[in-house]
């Protein structure tokens, strides 16, 4: 019998009790397993997905984004669509922004048309756009006006199409400009359905002259990552002053075989950019300086590293009960 000194006697009854010790630390790692991985996956995905918000341009409202907005909702991401006053570039690009600081965390910001050049002073300052679609849209530098980067290149059927239209508001006054019926789908959607465009024709948003002679307030892209689509069929916006701007702020862009309205005709092309860029700033990969992670993937790997310390702990203590046991 061992002395009051001496440990107690090991039995085959202690190993057993470690062994399932072991046992249920592994079989509790494994169940956890697929938890774990999918909130690597989230982790690698950036965490929370962006805001993805969509500026409608001239003779259009929010409606126009409709397509693209059910794709991007059935794959996950939060929508936001805005109407965009359309009554200067300065008041509108100010108005956008006060939109964008109602939207926590991070925003994919995308315009059409004049809503690219409302996107690029609205984002302007603000760190939570992460980055900048423009779809057939203008992008003005700052200080620069539509019209007159516009005159830098052949005009576009717009400005024969034009029907202009007194108007008066409790402000004061001024003149509205809409595309006349006979002429609108060749201008601004020539590849959708007659009977489609007759409807977007009678339900035109104007735009007031001024958006035109109104300086740009600010250039986003000058330091926001860019995405660009042209549209080489565009008789709205010269598919030549497209390529301009999309080279000008370095986008990433692709051209598509397009009206003015590529978000309607082809949606599928504007969703893979609104998606690659989402993707791209998420990762880290758009010229962005790199953000701490302290994401999911951080506490993934906490916990992994918790497991893995349990594990090792009562494997050494299986492996001293068996050496002990065999003396």
């Keep these: ?130 980055a900048l679609v423009y779809v057939s849209a203008f992008m003005p530098d700052a200080g620069e006006s539509l019209g007159g980067l516009a005159s830098r290149f052949a005009p576009s059927d717009l400005d024969s199409a034009q029907r202009p239209v007194p108007y008066r508001d409790g402000t004061g006054s001024g003149t509205d400009i809409y595309i006349r019926d006979s002429v609108f789908r060749k201008v601004f959607a020539a590849d959708l359905p007659a009977a489609a465009t007759r409807l977007m024709a009678a339900e035109q948003r104007p735009i007031a002259t001024r958006a035109f002679t109104d300086k740009a307030p600010g250039a986003a892209w000058r330091t926001i990552p860019s995405w660009a689509l042209v549209a080489t069929r565009d008789h709205a916006i010269n598919p030549a002053l497209e390529r301009f701007g999309a080279k000008r702020a370095g986008s990433h862009t692709v051209e598509v075989d397009s009206s003015h309205v590529a978000m309607l005709s082809h949606p599928d092309a504007v969703v893979r950019m609104i998606r690659e860029a989402a993707d791209s700033t998420a990762s880290g990969s758009a010229e962005r300086p790199a953000l701490a992670d302290t994401g999911p993937r951080d506490r993934v790997l906490t916990s992994v590293g918790g497991f893995a310390s349990v594990a090792l702990v009562a494997g050494a203590v299986l492996v001293a009960v068996v050496r002990r046991y065999r003396r």
């Design 1 to 130: 019998m061992a002395g009051p000194s001496s440990p107690a006697p090991l039995n085959r009854r202690h190993i057993a009790r470690a062994g399932a010790l072991v046992a249920a630390l592994a079989s509790t790692a494994l169940a956890a397993g697929p938890a774990l991985a999918a909130a690597v996956a989230d982790g690698a995905a950036g965490g929370a997905r962006p805001t993805v918000v969509l500026v409608h341009g001239a003779f259009a409202d929010a409606s126009s984004w409709n397509p693209v907005v059910e794709r991007l909702e059935n794959a996950g991401y939060k929508v936001v669509a805005p109407a965009n006053p359309l009554r200067g570039l300065v008041g509108d690009s100010a108005y956008t922004a006060s939109v964008l600081k109602s939207i926590d965390g991070p925003i994919v910001l995308a315009g059409h048309s004049y809503g690219g050049a409302v996107i690029s002073g609205a984002a302007a300052g603000n760190p939570n756009v992460r």
